[in-house]
Nanobody, 121 residues
Framework: QVQLVESGGGLVQPGGSLRLSCAASGSIFSIYAMGWYRQAPGKQRELVSVVTSSGLTNYADSVKGRFTISRDNAKNTGYLQMKSLKPADTAVYYC???????????????WGQGTQVTVSS
């Protein structure tokens, strides 16, 4: 069982920056891939970025060049650095982890509770 706690959300003006954190406990963080998702009101949850257990990263086209995902396995924490924020980035941001070293059918996805990011002037 893995517990995840996101933090770092808040209200920021357009063009501003925020860094989200995802603190994990209950298991060895390094074996998990970590993803950041977001859900805006009235919309489906969408993938923002992911970093695999081996360190490979991927980003949604809408955030490429503005967001950076990273992880510190020693601290059991993942991060999402967000720059040049736009009103369209407003959403609840969720992190999740999954052991990507297991076969697909054996994987369990763990989610955090989410943190609100609001980009507005």
């Amino acid at each position: 069982q893995v517990q995840l706690v996101e933090s770092g959300g808040g209200l920021v003006q357009p063009g501003g920056s925020l860094r989200l954190s995802c603190a994990a406990s209950g298991s060895i963080f390094s074996i998990y891939a970590m993803g950041w998702y977001r859900q805006a009101p009235g919309k489906q949850r969408e993938l923002v970025s992911v970093v695999t257990s081996s360190g490979l990263t991927n980003y949604a086209d809408s955030v490429k060049g503005r967001f950076t995902i990273s992880r510190d396995n020693a601290k059991n924490t993942g991060y999402l650095q967000m720059k040049s924020l736009k009103p369209a980035d407003t959403a609840v941001y969720y992190c999740n982890v999954v052991n990507d070293r297991l076969p697909l059918g054996a994987r369990t996805i763990y989610w955090g509770q989410g943190t609100q990011v609001t980009v507005s002037s």
